[in-house]
């Protein structure tokens, strides 16, 4: 059972250049997440989805898209990287809404030059 | 979600229980308070949550105040390996969306 797996691990990309991170989840679960973490900032939602098919915007959505294409994955995409998305980025899932717990990935750190 | 406070450093000595206090002044009465921890370069980590009663699991326990304007998580018998960044968390139970914001967290040191 590997839970919540993301890849890559760590990219490094020039300014202008675009890549996409895979969230994967073996749980089943209905709700997964993208965050990003930057130093004395915490963790701030990106995107969420709340099933397959379905996305929503978060606390800082711009300069990036996802989608859900199947239950089991959730992919942030970033089309032309800037170096103000330079950070660590966190993929959650959850089995639902209310009381649910989050599981989080290992994390995927980001350097744009 | 209401906002909540958190001290940014705490040290507690090994073996010592660590008690760490979070102010939610704001909180509405269908929002809980969930506690998460992140251990230094890895995702965050689920520890407990409640609405307006104590709770205890095996990592830790939740006290909140009868007002529910604030909280403390208690770890009963802090080991080195509970070094981490603490976060504080209140959301509405059921959410479109589920969606947890997280602040700056309390950072918790664990000394031998």
């Known amino acids: 059972n590997a839970g919540v797996t993301q890849t890559p691990k760590f990219r490094v990309l020039k300014t202008g250049q675009s890549m996409t991170l895979l969230c994967a989840q073996d749980m089943n679960h209905e709700y997964m997440y993208w965050y990003r973490q930057d130093p004395g900032m915490g963790l701030r939602l990106i995107h969420y989805s709340v099933g397959e098919g379905t996305t929503a915007k978060g606390e800082v959505p711009d300069g990036y898209n996802v989608s859900r294409l199947k239950k089991q994955n959730f992919l942030l995409g970033l089309e032309s990287a800037a170096p103000s998305q330079t950070s660590v980025y966190f993929c959650?899932?959850?089995?639902?809404?209310?009381?649910?717990?989050?599981?989080f990935g290992e994390g995927s750190r980001l350097t744009v030059l | 979600d209401a906002k909540t406070t958190q001290p940014p450093s705490m040290d507690c000595a090994e073996g010592r229980a660590a008690n760490l206090p979070c102010n939610h002044s704001?909180?509405?009465?269908?929002?809980?308070v969930y506690w998460y921890r992140q251990i230094h370069s890895q995702g965050p980590q689920y520890i407990i949550h409640g609405l307006k009663n104590n709770e205890t699991n095996e990592m830790a326990s939740l006290i909140i105040t009868e007002d529910r304007k604030s909280s403390t998580l208690i770890l009963p018998h802090a080991t080195l390996r509970d070094t981490a960044v603490y976060y504080c968390i209140v959301r509405v139970a059921v959410e479109i969306g589920g969606k947890l914001i997280f602040g700056q967290g309390t950072e918790l040191s664990v000394k031998p």
């Open positions: 959650a899932s959850s089995y639902s809404s209310s009381l649910g717990e989050l599981f």
């Open positions: 704001t909180i509405s009465g269908n929002e809980y």
